[in-house]
């Protein structure tokens, strides 16, 4: 499985971004996948998932009411809408998927810049 992750850059406090990861490859071997961020001098930080099965999702507490995280399984691609960016969004975000026999594959991250 690969994973094409994309959407970032630049943007105001307050502003939004979609985040869009696309899959290929194996995609129907996928369970679920995920979001995750890194912020220089922090650990990896889950935010959210998507399960190819059922559609189900979860939300980090941390960013909850702020990021929503949606998927098109016709396009093997989930969707990471954050609205109301802060400063401490500033991170390079990646995608993940996890397939049914456990293994998890990582996309390259993309840059997420919020100025104050």
């Known amino acids: 499985v690969q994973l094409q992750a994309s959407g970032g850059g630049l943007v105001q406090a307050g502003g939004s971004l979609r985040l869009s990861c696309a899959a290929s490859g194996r995609t129907s071997s996928i369970k679920l996948m995920g979001w995750y961020r890194e912020a220089p001098g922090k650990e990896r930080e889950t935010l959210a998932t998507?399960?190819?099965?059922?559609?189900?999702?979860s939300v980090a507490d941390s960013v909850k009411g702020r990021f929503t995280i949606s998927g098109d399984k016709a396009q093997n691609t989930v969707y990471l809408q954050m609205n109301d960016l802060k400063p401490e969004d500033t991170a390079v975000y990646y995608c993940?998927?996890?397939?049914?026999?456990?293994?998890?594959?990582w996309g390259r991250g993309t840059l997420v810049t919020v100025s104050s």
């Open positions: 993940n998927s996890q397939v049914r026999l456990g293994t998890i594959y």
């Open positions: 998507f399960s190819s099965g059922d559609s189900a999702t």
